[in-house]
């Protein structure tokens, strides 16, 4: 079992830059992929970013490929989201899931709460 809560979320400009954070409780997180999943109001949750479990392999929507980069520590259990250059078109709840490296949500048996993301001038 792991529980995931993000962390990070909040207003920013369009061009400005934020770290989100995915805490996992259990200790088999260093076993899982994790992956970063978004969706804006009306749209369906869509796939961001993935890692795989030693942080080797990572995997990115096009949207966000050279401006988001995703990162985990097993020792604190936590994977990160860096997310630079941001742009209006990122709004969007962001998920932190464990369970795979792919976009399809139904191989992620765990998801966080999910925390908003604005980019607003």
């Known amino acids: 079992q792991v529980q995931l809560v993000e962390s990070g979320g909040g207003l920013v400009q369009p061009g400005a830059s934020l770290r989100l954070s995915c805490a996992a409780s259990g200790r088999t997180f260093g076993s899982y992929a994790m992956a970063w999943f978004r969706q804006a109001p009306g749209k369906e949750r869509e796939f961001v970013t993935s890692?795989?479990?030693?942080?080797?392999?990572?995997y990115y929507a096009d949207s966000v490929k050279g401006r988001f980069t995703i990162s985990r520590n097993n020792a604190k259990n936590t994977v990160y989201l860096q997310m630079n250059s941001l742009k209006s078109e990122d709004t969007a709840v962001y998920y932190c899931?464990?369970?795979?490296?792919?976009?399809?949500?139904?191989?992620?048996?765990?998801w966080g709460q999910g925390t908003q993301v604005t980019v607003s001038s």
């Open positions: 890692i795989d479990w030693n942080g080797v392999g990572t």
């Open positions: 899931a464990a369970g795979s490296i792919h976009a399809d949500t139904t191989e992620y048996p765990y």
